[in-house]
T-cell receptor
Framework: NAGVTQTPKFRVLKTGQSMTLLCAQD?????MYWYRQDPGMGLRLIHY???????AKGEVPDGYNVSRLKKQNFLLGLESAAPSQTSVYFC???????????????FGPGTRLTVL | GQQVMQIPQYQHVQEGEDFTTYCNSS?????IQWYKQRPGGHPVFLIQ?????EVKKQKRLTFQFGEAKKNSSLHITATQTTDVGTYFC???????????FGEGTQLTVNP
């Protein structure tokens, strides 16, 4: 199993450009998440999905859109990139136990994005 | 909204010294998870605590969940250079809801 994979690993954008980050998981997990990580601020949730065809806003959703057309994929889009979106982006996936407690989150290797 | 605060932000220790990081929530948590992120890497799950007052051990690591389920701690005994990284706690307010991560504690170990 590859676990959670992310593409690309690195990207440099100019202000105003758009791009899509792809996350794929092969663990048949229901839940998928997009986080951004900035120095001293931990991991902040951007958007998440509790199943195929569903998405929901997280803590910092502005400037981002997501889609979950297939269970194994979760896409994060930046329509018009801004320097404030320079960050490391992590995708994660998890399952829901029968007890109702969400299982551990498995993280991808991250995408390092710089917006000039 | 729910806040999870973690202290200290940074900790420098000599190899062999002990290390503790603390996690505090503004609200009662359903459960709490701990993750470790090596420099340049991604967060990796360490453990989940669910019960009030729960204590779990993994070799030199001891995890505690407070009686009121509002705080937690991670203690490492006799640190090694392999312990270097950032340790995150992540709390869940209710079963099934999303996790809120603390800011993390960055540990450096001098050999």
């Amino acid at each position: 199993n590859a676990g959670v994979t992310q593409t690309p690993k690195f990207r440099v954008l100019k202000t105003g450009q758009s791009m899509t980050l792809l996350c794929a998981q092969d663990m048949n997990h229901e839940y998928m998440y997009w986080y951004r990580q900035d120095p001293g601020m931990g991991l902040r949730l951007i958007h998440y999905s509790v199943g195929e065809g569903t998405t929901a806003k997280g803590e910092v959703p502005d400037g981002y859109n997501v889609s979950r057309l297939k269970k194994q994929n979760f896409l994060l889009g930046l329509e018009s990139a801004a320097p404030s979106q320079t960050s490391v982006y992590f995708c994660a996936s998890s399952n829901l136990r029968a007890s109702g407690i969400t299982d551990t989150q498995y993280f991808g290797p991250g995408t390092r994005l710089t917006v000039l | 909204g729910q806040q999870v605060m973690q202290i200290p932000q940074y900790q420098h220790v000599q190899e062999g010294e002990d290390f503790t990081t603390y996690c505090n929530s503004s609200t009662t948590l359903s459960n709490i998870q701990w993750y470790k992120q090596r420099p340049g890497g991604h967060p990796v799950f360490l453990i989940q605590l669910v019960k009030s007052g729960e204590v779990k051990k993994q070799k030199r690591l001891t995890f505690q969940f407070g009686e009121a389920k509002k705080n937690s701690s991670l203690h490492i005994t006799a640190t090694q250079t392999t312990d270097v990284g950032t340790y995150f706690c992540a709390g869940r307010k209710t079963s099934g809801s999303r996790l809120t991560f603390g800011e993390g504690t960055q540990l450096t170990v001098n050999p």
